[in-house]
Nanobody, 119 residues
Framework: VQLQASGGGLVQAGGSLRLSCAAS????????MNWVRQASGKEREFVAA????????YYADAVKGRFAIARDKAKNMVYLQMDNLKPGDTANYYCTVGVGSNWRGYRYWGQGTLVTVSS
């Protein structure tokens, strides 16, 4: 399985970015696709998740109402639309995929894409 994240960059507070994750190497039936982020000097934290089959979504409280996760099953892509970005959203963002809710134990991770939000 390969996960390729892209779309990070530098944006001013209040701006928007869309992250993309290209997934390949297997079918993802029954898998959950997650976005996880890690700010400098901090632990990784959950951002958002979507079930591959039904598209059910989950969000961390810190991003609810501002971020939206989506998947394109035909293209094997997962997206994270990030609006009204805040300096606190600055982090490396990783896509990861696995079965079950314990994303920390997932085997498959992308390389990360850096999001920097200036004030």
């Amino acid at each position: 399985v390969q996960l390729q994240a892209s779309g990070g960059g530098l944006v001013q507070a209040g701006g928007s970015l869309r992250l993309s994750c290209a997934a390949s190497g297997r079918t993802f039936t029954n898998y959950i696709m997650n976005w996880v982020r890690q700010a400098s000097g901090k632990e990784r934290e959950f951002v958002a998740a979507i079930t591959w089959n039904l598209g059910t979504t989950y969000y961390a409280d810190a991003v609810k109402g501002r971020f939206a996760i989506a998947r394109d099953k035909a293209k094997n892509m997962v997206y994270l639309q990030m609006d009204n970005l805040k300096p606190g959203d600055t982090a490396n963002y990783y896509c990861t995929v696995g079965v079950g809710s314990n994303w920390r134990g997932y085997r498959y991770w992308g390389q990360g894409t850096l999001v920097t939000v200036s004030s």
